[in-house]
């Protein structure tokens, strides 16, 4: 579809991290001659109560799935499908990240991040309604996946907006990057996924700052934690340190002349989580106010705190 659906997960993202974020997957300290071991810990205060009865356990899955579904929907009827619906069923060829394309690829990575997020969310929900880790994990990934399937099916009977395939793909993508860091504490603590957003000049020329549909200002960003490494977190500085490789098109949309231009970023970037664990953080660990921090920071990159070498295509 033409657009960026990220919107409702952000808000989602935002809401639910307050209150539904797991305590850090990883170890904060090991001693050097120990192992460290990655191992997920139990949501402090949202953890599946034992004594919930099978009827309680379904009764909330019934409302995740079913809410998440139904506020999607209502969110498309209301702001995306609202001038009419067709009795045709159309498709669209969008292209991946081409030159030529709407914007370069950047609303394809908005796509996957999008169910990448849903789904880490979505898993810390289902555990709350009384299912294990394991379970917790495929439903997320599965009623994720299964709204933004609901959504591409709307575009594709909606007059405005088309099926695409494209959009399916990356959906399916950001859901299974989702899943197999849900089901690998160890390869949770190395990586993360992370939006960075910078105002681009076209929209702070006409006023209209939105990480969401601001294409040219967004980069995605795919960090490998030193944290998370055990050989590297032993070492001082180099645990608050990340390689980070990115993608970002520039004049795509929103567009007022300026060159169409797509970018491949790498470099270093800070573990601004683990800084502020051994520093604002060291004598409250496990708290809420952490716990929102780095969930926060699991998905976004605060502008300057990365510095990348830029490889224009």
């Known amino acids: 579809m033409l657009r960026n659906q990220t919107s409702f997960q952000i808000l989602f993202v935002v809401l639910i991290s307050l209150c539904c974020q797991p305590a850090a997957r990883a170890e904060t300290a090991s001693a050097p001659e120990n192992p460290i071991v ?12 034992p004594t919930l009865t099978e009827a309680q356990k379904q009764f909330r899955t019934r409302i995740m799935i079913g ?17 009419s619906m067709s009795s045709d069923f159309r498709t669209v060829d969008e292209g991946w990240f081409g030159q030529d394309t709407y914007t370069g690829g950047a609303d394809k990575l908005g796509h996957m991040y999008s169910t990448y997020v849903g789904t880490r969310i979505l898993a ?3 555990e709350w309604a009384g299912h294990d880790s394991q379970s917790a994990a495929w439903l997320a990934a599965a009623t994720a996946w299964g709204s933004m399937l609901a959504v591409e099916i709307g575009d594709g009977f909606s007059s405005r ?29 190395m990586l ?36 998370g ?17 990115g993608y ?8 007022l002349g300026e060159e169409r231009s797509r970018h491949v970023y790498y ?19 496990g708290s809420r106010t952490q716990r929102v921090s780095n969930g926060m920071l699991e998905v976004l990159q605060i502008p300057g705190t990365v510095a990348l070498a830029d490889h224009k295509l």
């Open 248 to 255: 970002g098109t520039r004049g795509y949309e929103p567009n």
């Open 192 to 227: 993360d996924f992370r939006l960075m957003y910078r105002p681009s000049s076209d929209a702070r020329r006409v006023n209209q700052i939105d990480p969401i549909d601001d294409h040219s200002g967004q980069t995605y960003l795919l960090a490998i934690k030193a944290s």
């Open 229 to 245: 490494i055990p050989s590297l977190r032993r070492i001082e500085p180099l645990r608050y340190f990340e390689l980070a490789l």
């Open 38 to 49: 990655f191992q997920p810990t139990p949501l402090p205060a949202l953890d599946s109560d």
């Open 67 to 83: 809410g998440a579904a139904t506020a999607l929907l209502w969110y498309g009827s209301t702001h995306w499908w609202s001038d």
């Open 124 to 126: 810390r929900a289902f």
């Open 161 to 189: 907006y088309r099926f695409s395939k494209e959009d399916l793909v990356m959906n399916t993508l950001g859901t299974g990057l989702g899943l197999l860091l849900e089901k690998n504490p160890e390869l949770d603590a």
């Open 267 to 285: 470099g270093i970037s800070l573990n601004v989580a683990e800084l502020l664990g051994m520093t604002a953080f060291k004598n409250s660990p």
